[in-house]
């Protein structure tokens, strides 16, 4: 009597995960991409735009874009991550996986962990820069983190799985991705927030017991400043992009500032990566269909 296939294989979920770690550890214009990245945004765009920008809500504008350099680095090693799919069909990898008898949803949920622990890993290259502009972490605070990378890593590595799932080129999926990629981050909220004020004078030069009691009443800044808000229909495209909730979560954890419901931000961080690889193994299904 034959025996009925397993709907999940862990050794399958471990056997692809490990090989994505491989190939990262054998990449080393990764950790390039994302070192330059950081330095480009976090310290250049930072301190540039923080000579015109004194404070936001009494953050330096490098601390303020801290959480967002982080995103930016796993937005791009998530779905950096999913591009293999195109180049296992190209070689025939991806046809022995499909044919053999693997339960597809260990073989997305391989995927997707391989590629959330990269992005994860990218994500943490900002945090060796954090001394350098006023951001301290506590153990606690960094576990949190990680949660919260680790959940934008599994929501953006399933959206590059679905994105390679119909694609055969690398032409096709590099400009797909670009194109995913750039509005997910600057409708983010990432380099500009949804409304506050930018330019406080004083507050930063507050002592720093000061500045906290202040902080823990809710006050974040003193002194002149201009009072910004995006416009509506831009607050609609931010409402509605996932990873706007993801990093003000990453935010809220880091920074204790946040600007969109704590609910929400907790909602969209535990159910939305659940949802997104239900898709991503459905998408590797139609694959094998096919």
Same mark, same amino acid.
């Given at each position: 009597?034959?025996?009925?296939? *397993?709907?999940?294989?862990?050794?399958?979920?471990?056997?692809?995960?490990?090989? &994505?770690?491989?190939?990262?550890?054998?990449?080393?214009?990764?950790? %390039?991409?994302?070192?330059?990245?950081?330095?480009?945004?976090?310290?250049?765009?930072?301190?540039?735009?923080?000579?015109?920008?004194?404070?936001?809500?009494?953050?330096?504008?490098?601390?303020?874009?801290?959480?967002?350099?982080?995103?930016?680095?796993?937005?791009?090693?998530?779905?950096?991550?999913?591009?293999?799919?195109?180049?296992? *069909?190209?070689?025939?990898?991806?046809?022995?996986?499909?044919?053999?008898?693997?339960?597809?949803? @260990?073989?997305?949920?391989?995927?997707?962990? +391989?590629?959330?622990?990269?992005? #994860?890993?990218?994500?943490?290259?900002? %945090?060796?820069?954090?001394?350098?502009?006023?951001? @301290?972490?506590?153990?606690?605070?960094?576990?949190?983190?990680?949660?919260?990378?680790?959940?934008?890593?599994?929501?953006?590595?399933?959206?590059?799985? #679905?994105?390679?799932?119909?694609?055969?080129?690398? &032409?096709?999926? +590099?400009?797909?991705?670009? +194109?995913?990629?750039?509005?997910?981050?600057?409708?983010?909220?990432?380099?500009?927030?949804?409304?506050?004020?930018?330019?406080?004078?004083?507050?930063?030069?507050?002592?720093?017991?000061?500045?906290?009691?202040? &902080? *823990?009443?809710?006050?974040?800044?003193?002194?002149?400043?201009?009072?910004?808000?995006?416009?509506?229909?831009?607050?609609?495209? #931010?409402?509605?992009?996932?990873?706007?909730?993801?990093?003000?979560?990453?935010?809220?954890?880091?920074?204790?500032?946040?600007?969109?419901?704590?609910?929400?931000?907790?909602?969209?961080?535990?159910?939305?990566?659940?949802?997104?690889?239900?898709?991503?193994?459905?998408?590797?299904?139609?694959?094998?269909?096919?």
């Amino acid at each position: 009597m034959a025996k009925r296939p *397993r709907a999940f294989d862990p050794w399958v979920v471990l056997a692809l995960w490990r090989r &994505e770690m491989l190939r990262y550890l054998r990449d080393r214009s990764q950790p %390039f991409g994302g070192l330059s990245r950081t330095v480009l945004w976090l310290l250049i765009l930072g301190f540039g735009l923080g000579a015109s920008f004194r404070d936001i809500e009494g953050y330096t504008y490098a601390q303020y874009i801290f959480p967002g350099v982080v995103t930016l680095n796993i937005l791009f090693a998530s779905l950096q991550s999913a591009i293999t799919l195109v180049w296992d *069909r190209e070689v025939g990898l991806l046809r022995e996986v499909l044919v053999s008898p693997a339960p597809m949803l @260990s073989v997305a949920l391989g995927k997707l962990l +391989g590629g959330a622990t990269v992005a #994860v890993i990218q994500g943490l290259i900002p %945090f060796l820069f954090a001394p350098l502009i006023g951001v @301290s972490l506590t153990l606690f605070q960094l576990l949190l983190a990680l949660g919260v990378m680790f959940s934008m890593g599994v929501l953006m590595s399933a959206l590059g799985v #679905v994105i390679a799932s119909r694609l055969s080129t690398f &032409e096709g999926f +590099g400009s797909i991705s670009n +194109g995913v990629i750039q509005p997910l981050y600057f409708l983010s909220g990432s380099i500009f927030p949804l409304k506050g004020i930018i330019g406080g004078v004083g507050f930063l030069d507050l002592p720093e017991n000061l500045r906290a009691e202040l &902080e *823990r009443l809710g006050i974040h800044t003193i002194g002149g400043g201009w009072v910004v808000q995006l416009p509506a229909w831009l607050q609609v495209l #931010v409402y509605l992009n996932p990873v706007s909730y993801q990093l003000d979560l990453l935010r809220y954890v880091t920074l204790g500032y946040q600007q969109l419901p704590l609910v929400a931000d907790l909602l969209v961080v535990s159910v939305l990566p659940l949802l997104a690889a239900v898709f991503a193994a459905l998408a590797i299904a139609r694959m094998r269909r096919r």
